[in-house]
């Protein structure tokens, strides 16, 4: 068997933003806040939390630069007031991330809010495999857009497509993005009880219409919680340009690799400056 590279990250919390931000002396008439996002919760969601706790923002202007999807968490700016007339600016910074994938199943939305499309066999994968497959997301690349994203094609966001099984009518559209550096962090084993775990305990954080019912059972079919097997996964750091979808490069990781791959866990540790350490939870 081998031998993980480092504790199970499934098993440790995730979060590592330190001490909450300071607000004090902000100003009310524009601004960007570094906020994070936390695990379920949708950008929209993650900004009400913030007029709740931080009375001074009820009435003000609030949105947010660059998404996040809501089985990822970390980083996510939000603009305030003036600020918002900059929001081009924000967008187009650069992204740091750590994302966990694992290996073994895919899903429709390519992480573990989806249904489950394929299980295959991963134990022979290597880390000198997953290394060399890794060169081929460096550079500038051509992405194609997740089919549950929020991308917009003919007047419908790509998951409307998708929830209608609707997709096969449709060419499924990419963008230039450019990936610094990617390389892997480590290689670690789940336990099939505690990754079903694992996937409940995630799936149940978020709010809203998101198959969340289906998902879970579409999984419990795939995992035993007395199960007695193990799944192989690893850390990958990307450095990468705005706009790049981390489970898309889980997923296509799994394309490379030759087995099915989705992201089990995604945090953004940095947006241009903006670093997760001093993040406002």
């Known amino acids: ?140 690349v051509q992405q194609q857009y997740p089919p549950f994203s929020s991308k917009t094609v003919e007047g419908k966001s790509l998951f409307e497509w998708a929830r209608n099984n609707a997709l096969s009518a449709l060419v499924l559209p990419s963008r230039s993005v450019t990936i610094h550096d990617i390389t892997i962090e480590g290689i670690y084993k789940v336990k099939e009880p505690l990754l079903l775990e694992y996937i409940e305990t995630s799936v149940g954080k978020v709010n809203g219409d998101f198959r969340q019912e289906e998902i879970v059972r579409t999984w419990k079919r795939h995992l035993k919680s007395d199960g007695t097997r193990e799944f192989k996964a690893a850390t990958i750091k990307i450095d990468c340009t705005s706009g790049t979808y981390a489970r898309s490069i889980a997923h296509g990781l799994g394309q490379e690799l030759g087995v099915p791959a989705l992201a089990l866990h995604i945090l953004r540790t940095k947006v241009g400056d903006y670093s997760v350490e001093k993040s406002l939870k």
Do not use: W
Not at 6 to 15: L, N
Not at 120 to 126: E, N, Q
């Open 1 to 140: 068997m081998e031998k993980p590279d480092k504790k199970d990250p499934v098993i440790r919390t995730r979060s590592t933003a330190g001490a909450p931000a300071r607000l004090n002396g902000f100003s009310r008439s524009g601004g960007v806040l570094n906020l994070y996002k936390q695990l379920g919760e949708t950008p929209r969601e993650c900004l009400e939390r913030l007029r709740h706790k931080h009375r001074q923002y009820e009435h003000e202007v609030l949105s947010y630069a660059g998404r996040l999807d809501p089985m990822a968490e970390g980083v996510m700016l939000c603009l305030v007031g003036a600020a918002n007339k900059r929001r081009e600016t924000y967008l187009d910074l650069g992204k740091e991330y750590v994302l966990d994938v694992l290996l073994g199943f895919s899903t429709d939305t390519y992480d573990v809010l989806g249904r489950v499309m394929e299980t295959g066999d991963a134990s022979a994968v290597r880390r000198i495999a997953i290394q060399k497959a890794l060169n081929e997301f460096r550079g500038k």
